[in-house]
């Protein structure tokens, strides 16, 4: 496997893991039915796009994004802040469509440095953007 594919792959199984673990975070504070089905179904598809990754990684035999136990607990406390005096669904609608524009924007910048990756390891980070475009316009409603 070359490089730019592993390293492609590696921001795919960040960005998903990041998303997944901020619905996990904001998913105890939502009240709203509808806004938590949604968050569902995107923790579930973020998975399938991790699990895409993973396997191509593994594939190969080329070593995977791994998560600091650091970096979770900056994401938990920063959603924790960002909703201490106001976790009403717009507010998590907000927060997340934020996450999802930060993810969009980390992706392309891997993309860009990362050209030589192959055909695959390029289609799954694009079905990332995709997906988190596609969120975004999902969650606006919710604002």
Do not use: P
């Amino acid at each position: 496997m070359k490089k730019d594919d592993q390293e492609i792959l590696k921001e795919v199984q960040k960005n998903s893991s990041m998303a997944i673990n901020a619905i996990e975070t904001v998913s105890q504070m939502v009240h709203n039915d509808e806004l938590l089905q949604e968050l569902s179904k995107e923790k579930l598809l973020y998975s399938v796009i991790q699990n895409k990754a993973t396997d191509r990684l593994q594939r190969e035999r080329a070593e995977g994004y791994h998560a600091s136990s650091v970096q979770d607990m900056m994401l938990k406390g920063s959603i924790q802040m960002n909703t201490l005096t106001n976790c009403s669904t717009s507010k998590i609608a907000e927060i997340m469509i934020q996450g999802s524009n930060k993810g969009i924007t980390n992706m392309w910048k891997s993309m860009n440095r990362h050209q030589n990756s192959g055909n695959t390891s390029m289609e799954v980070a694009r079905e990332l953007v995709a997906f988190e475009e596609k969120t975004i316009n999902r969650l606006k409603k919710f604002l």
